[in-house]
């Protein structure tokens, strides 16, 4: 994608238009698919398309002839990157495509097509139009326009339509109805009934997709403004069985007193109750997952889901792990999965709120986050929980100044490290040594002002004459 992010909104038709004036008017450069989307939507600041009449070799000569760095990245698509400023913009000549035999990619493409031919080939109506370069500071711009498939009114009617037969367009790219349900997240949009109803028809075709391709598009989804949306949306199309069947148990399973939802829909209102942040989304989204297989009943007819939470974990690191994420988006998810069901109370005491501290702390969960994700899950469960939510924020205020007190909360922060407990008892390390280091982190944690090498010391020598 060509890559103005980073330009600002004033800064871009400057630099849009240089470049138009390098290749000459008749170029036909135009500024094409979600960037002219976006702008209509007032959404300035995204990534930018540009397409061309003229073919990739003269695009190559002319910016060269204006002293411009050309990079030949994508010939064969009839692509290529002119640097502005340091800035890399690609470049595409208008194209048709030819067949696609794998659901992934044209066999090939056609150059030199007119512009209406080069939209036809995009997924949907709201990113097939165009807006030539040299209206983009023009008042009435918008008049400018090329929108032959009615882009334009999709956008003002909040509707995603596929361009011509939607059969036909999911079944050119399988990644495009899971591309569908994210701008639904993204935009807040419905889509259009008769592409929705071909998304269940064209599976076969989406099950083509790389895991890498689909981990990129689900985690634009879970961060949209409406990802509840795309959520549901995978559900009833069929496409999260494809990739993450570990969700159709969630949908239906009763849950207890507490809970108006069933466990999918509690766990959609998690996600739209926290930030819009990677690690907190998919923590919000996984977070349940072990419900079903641990749901239980009592004697009292009461419904139970003991140490759901570590079937979670181990449910969702399955699921990341074929989405091949990154081992510290992964850590950091299983972190905050594991660790969300501790409910601390008026009951406990500063040492119990420093033991779960620790416990954050030796998993390496910030304490935001995890105060993000059980706040989440509190609003997601009823109406009625005010009380639980008042609760929980005077327990949290007290937790966070237990924390600012920095008190020691692993092994590594005793005030005698492992060889000062190895010369203190005259002993060679091995296992004793970590039973010894609990023992006292443990006391530590009871009473903070034990962490001094003189109280240690003591606390040392007794635990090894009642451990010989």
């Known amino acids: 994608m060509p890559n103005l992010c980073n330009v600002s909104p004033e800064d871009a038709p400057r630099l849009l238009g240089f470049l138009q004036e390098a290749l000459e008017p008749e170029a036909g450069l135009v500024l094409v698919g979600g960037a002219v989307r976006d702008r209509l939507l007032g959404r300035e600041g995204g990534d930018w398309d540009l397409a061309t009449a003229l073919l990739p070799e003269i695009v190559i000569g002319r910016a060269k002839q204006a002293g411009l760095r050309v990079i030949p990245t994508g010939l064969q698509h009839g692509t290529v990157t002119v640097m502005l400023e340091g800035r890399p913009v690609e470049i595409t000549t208008y194209r048709g495509d030819g067949n696609y035999l794998d659901g992934r990619r044209p066999e090939s493409v056609h150059l030199g097509v007119a512009l209406e031919e080069d939209l036809a080939r995009r997924d949907f109506t709201v990113n097939a139009m165009a807006l030539p370069i040299e ?175 570590a079937l979670s974990v181990r449910l969702a690191g399955n699921l990341l792990g074929r989405l091949k994420i990154s081992r510290a988006l992964l850590e950091a998810v299983l972190g905050l999965v594991r660790h969300h069901g501790q409910r601390p109370s008026a009951q406990w005491g500063d040492a119990a709120c420093r033991r779960l501290l620790a416990r954050l702390k030796a998993d390496k969960v910030p304490l935001d986050a995890w105060a993000a994700l059980r706040r989440a899950d509190i609003r997601g469960r009823m109406e009625s929980l005010e009380a639980m939510q008042q609760e929980f924020e005077t327990e949290l205020g007290r937790i966070q ?15 005698l490290n492992g060889t000062e407990l190895m010369d203190c008892l005259a002993r060679p390390g091995g296992p004793w040594l970590g039973q010894l280091q609990a023992y006292l982190l443990d006391r530590v944690l009871e009473n903070p002002g034990l962490n001094t090498p003189e109280a240690l010391a003591p606390l040392a020598r007794a635990w090894r004459s009642s451990n010989p």
Not at 272 to 291: Q, V
Not at 404 to 412: N, Q, V
């Open 135 to 309: 209206a983009m500071n023009q008042v009435d711009w918008r008049k400018h326009l090329v929108d032959p498939f009615g882009g334009q009114a999709d956008l003002e009617a909040g509707l995603l339509r596929a361009v011509g037969d939607p059969l036909v367009r999911f079944q050119e790219d399988g990644l495009r109805p899971l591309r569908a349900c994210r701008f639904a997240a993204q935009l807040g949009f419905g889509i259009e009934p008769s592409t929705l109803a071909a998304i269940p028809e064209r599976l076969e075709v989406a099950q083509k997709v790389s895991v890498e391709r689909v981990f990129q598009e689900m985690n634009k989804l879970l961060c949209g403004k409406d990802a509840p949306t795309g959520l549901r949306l995978l559900e009833r199309s069929g496409l999260v069985d494809l990739w993450m069947p570990e969700f159709r148990p969630l949908v239906g399973c009763a849950q207890n007193r507490y809970h108006d939802l069933d466990a999918w829909e509690h766990t959609l209102a998690v996600v739209a109750a926290i930030p819009a942040e990677p690690t907190l989304r998919w923590a919000a989204l996984l977070h349940d997952l072990g419900k079903p297989g641990s749901r239980s009943l009592g004697s009292d007819g009461a419904t139970h889901f003991f140490n759901h939470e």
């Open 401 to 415: 100044r237990l924390a600012e007190a920095r008190p020691p909360l692993l092994a590594r922060d005793l005030a």
